[in-house]
């Protein structure tokens, strides 16, 4: 289950996203992985979603970020293709 901070730090994030960076990262950024960290408004691009959170815990280490696929609805995409 997720913890109520989780839960928050994802609705800011997804927030601060929308408002603020997403016509921007979209149009440069496009299918490369961003870590938000919604307390500063602290944002790190990266080609992978690992190294998107390692930058971020890099600059705080004691907080949690929110990873976002630039230009899509969720960071990974589990499972296969249906016939």
């Known amino acids: ?4 901070h989780s839960k928050g730090v ?8 929308a408002e603020r960076l997403q ?3 979209e149009s ?6 961003v870590a938000i960290e919604p307390e500063s408004g602290d944002f790190f691009i990266a080609d ?3 190294s ?4 971020a815990r890099k600059m ?6 929110f990873v976002i696929r630039i230009g899509h609805e969720a960071a990974i995409h589990i499972g296969g293709m249906s016939n």
């Open 10 to 17: 994802a609705e800011k994030a997804k927030r601060l996203y």
């Open 60 to 65: 705080y280490p004691d907080r949690i970020s």
């Open 52 to 55: 998107a959170v390692a930058n």
């Open 48 to 50: 992978s979603f690992s």
């Open 23 to 25: 016509a921007d990262l």
């Open 1 to 4: 289950m997720i913890s109520e």
């Open 28 to 33: 440069d950024h496009l299918n490369r992985f």
